[in-house]
């Protein structure tokens, strides 16, 4: 219950297309979902947060959409760029604030 | 850069020896994480210090053990190490413990045990 799957895996896409990163969850005491950026050998970078209370919410190129029913959620990156090829995290919290990550998904924009 | 400082960046050491992470949070923040990645295990919590209290435990193994002094920084003590341990180890940051707050990654310390 305390899992978070996310997919695809791997996801190769051309520049200016828009790859989707899925997560599904099963604790109903998730109350916090945020998508991390992280580069090789470099730390998670928090991108973009979404709370339960919001279907959507929008940064830059970034787009989560929120399914609470469904306990879904996703990741959109508008007008991909090759700058943007990196391994994108979902994660999930409750009121601890202890992260609980996907396994990752390694995005590679061609140009 | 996100403000969270860590050292060393690296660290290669021999199976059965201890060693010290160390993590500075970003100013003003009172919470630290600590989570470990790996191939195998993606990244898991490791454990939660606020404002030098122990507030949430993870899958963290009994050889490892870690603290939160005065002045905020954690330090990941990790000893009787196995291979296994290998890894990439990861701080974060919040303003708080409770709820949920943006966390912050440091850079990570690479734990390569031989």
């Known amino acids: 219950q305390q899992q978070v799957k996310q997919s695809p895996q791997s996801l190769i896409v051309q520049k200016g297309g828009i790859p989707i990163i899925n997560c599904a969850y099963e604790n109903t005491a998730f109350d916090y979902f945020p998508w991390y950026q992280q580069f090789p050998g470099k730390g998670p970078a928090l991108l973009i947060a979404i709370r339960p209370d919001v279907s959507e919410k929008k940064e830059g190129r970034f787009t989560i959409s929120f399914n609470k029913s469904a306990k879904q959620f996703s990741l959109h990156i508008m007008d991909s760029q090759p700058g943007d090829s990196a391994t994108y995290f979902c994660?999930?919290?409750?009121?601890?604030?202890?992260?609980?990550f996907g396994q990752g998904t390694t995005l590679q924009v061609k140009p | 850069d996100s403000g969270v400082t860590q050292t060393p960046k690296h660290l290669i050491t021999a199976t059965g020896q201890r060693v010290t992470l160390r993590c500075s949070p970003r100013?003003?923040?009172?919470?630290v994480y600590w989570y470990q990645q790996s191939l195998d295990q993606g990244l898991q919590f490791l454990i939660q210090?606020?404002?030098?209290?122990?507030?949430a435990k993870g899958n963290i193994l009994e050889r490892f053990s870690a603290q939160q002094f005065p002045d905020l920084h954690s330090e990941l003590n990790l000893s009787s190490l196995e291979l296994g341990d290998s890894a990439l180890y990861f701080c974060a940051s919040s303003v708080s413990g409770a709820g949920t707050f943006e966390q912050y990654f440091g850079p990570g310390t690479r734990l390569t045990v031989t």
């Open positions: 100013s003003g923040d009172l919470s």
């Open positions: 994660a999930a919290a409750g009121n601890t604030g202890k992260l609980i």
């Open positions: 210090y606020y404002n030098g209290e122990e507030r």
